[in-house]
């Protein structure tokens, strides 16, 4: 069942009334009497979904074709050296793994990429493995994982207080600078989410999917295209510090895998699901050359988290939701430095509320956001956001920068024989690093 958005302003209207120069809405509720949202808006888009019309049983509306398309052969012009575009007729599902959960581990892809690993000569500290169901994320609380949460400041356990390494990124450096990041894609309303980023000229990160870009490649190409940042968010979204060493190679070599099938191009930035990610999951993912991007948190409670994925389950309502923009924006404006917010482009939900209300409201904010993908709002160009093309003068890949860091450790000769790479400054690096395992305060990247 499709309907027209002009259809569902007609038939459910938000009353939007004049306050205090910005717009303050208000509602309907079934009961008929007249709901106040606990927020007010800068600006909204004018043919944005009323807001009394996004919720848990919204009927869907139209999802929007690619506006742009991206032509098999071309090369991209904004990024320097990068190979021409692969002509891709079709993905045969026989050359990946099934969506949606782990990949087996016995491949000979997997096997070669699990010997990559160990070449680098990474050493993956020894957790225990953290309990989930699949799709949920919240696990800091389980009591399966008592002791983990109990030592999650030693394992440097994000999801259970905010810790990050010096490798992690997560804010951008220059205060009003707003790395803006989309998780879960490329999905259906993929599209109608570009073309108002389009019309905006605004640029983001997206961190896709493996086994949604399966389905989906032709919108990847068009994101890679409309020079977007492509970052790696695993192939089945698990919650990685539930999975084995060997699982979690597999989550991130197909999703590298797959997305240079479809762009020619390996993105070197990941979010893990539910931003769980601990100093096993964070070795691993140093070791494949990926850099782990979160979002800000100033302390275990205050996350930079729009709240905007669980509309779509009913779990959070859209007020909730942008509430959580709203507290996300009193954040920002006091923080010395710019910020990443969590938002999803799955729901037809998330994409409603960042094009009808948060993006809209960021674009009238004052003093003005520099909105941008997060590669950019570390100063770097787009270039280096793919192994391919990276600079690696100046900007040395992130295994190689973790390990100076000390944030992973070396032992015995890698293979790789980089002269830098020093398992004895590596040592005094982890003591110099127990200064930046706070729980939740800013850690710079
Ligand atoms: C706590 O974490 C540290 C650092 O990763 C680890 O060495 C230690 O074994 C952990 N302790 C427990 C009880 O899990
Ligand atoms: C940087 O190094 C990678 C290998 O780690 C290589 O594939 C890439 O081409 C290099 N970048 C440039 C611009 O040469
Ligand atoms: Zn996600």
Known sequence: MRFSRQALL???????VAHGGRQHHARQNPSGSTTSYTFSL??????????????SLQPSSATKALHSTAVAGSVPT???????????TALRAADYPDPDKPAPTDSPEVKRWIQEVKDTGVVI??????????????????????????????????TCGGCTRASDIADCPTKLDWGLTFDDGPAPYTPNLMEYLDEKQIKATFFVVGSRVFYNWQTLQSQYMGQHQIAIHTWSHYALTTLTNEQIIAEL????????????VTPNMMRPPYGDIDDRVRAISLAMGL????????????????????????TVTVDQALSGWKSVLDKANTIDTGFIALEHDIWQQTVEVATGY?????LAHQPAFKIQPVVNCLARTMSDAYVETNNNATNPPVFKQAVDAGVV??????????????????????LSLAGLMLGGLLAMP
């Open 10 to 16: 007609a038939a459910l209207p938000a009353a939007v």
């Open 42 to 55: 800068a600006a909204t888009n004018p043919t944005a979904v009323p807001l009394s019309a996004i919720n």
């Open 78 to 88: 904004f990024i320097s050296g990068a190979p021409p575009l692969p002509a891709i």
């Open 125 to 158: 500290p020894d957790l225990s493995l953290n309990v989930a169901a699949p799709a949920t994320g919240p696990i800091c609380t389980a009591p399966e994982n008592a002791a983990a949460a109990a030592n999650s400041t030693a394992r440097c356990w994000w």
């Open 253 to 264: 070599g197909w999703s590298k895998k797959i997305i240079k099938d479809v762009l020619g």
């Open 291 to 314: 850099t782990p991007v979160m979002w800000t948190r100033l302390g275990p409670n205050s996350a930079f988290n729009t709240n905007d994925f669980d509309i779509h389950s009913g």
């Open 358 to 362: 948060i993006l809209p409201d960021a």
């Open 409 to 430: 450790k070396v032992s015995g000769k890698p293979k790789d024989t980089s002269p830098a790479v020093s398992a004895q400054s590596a040592a005094g690096g982890i």
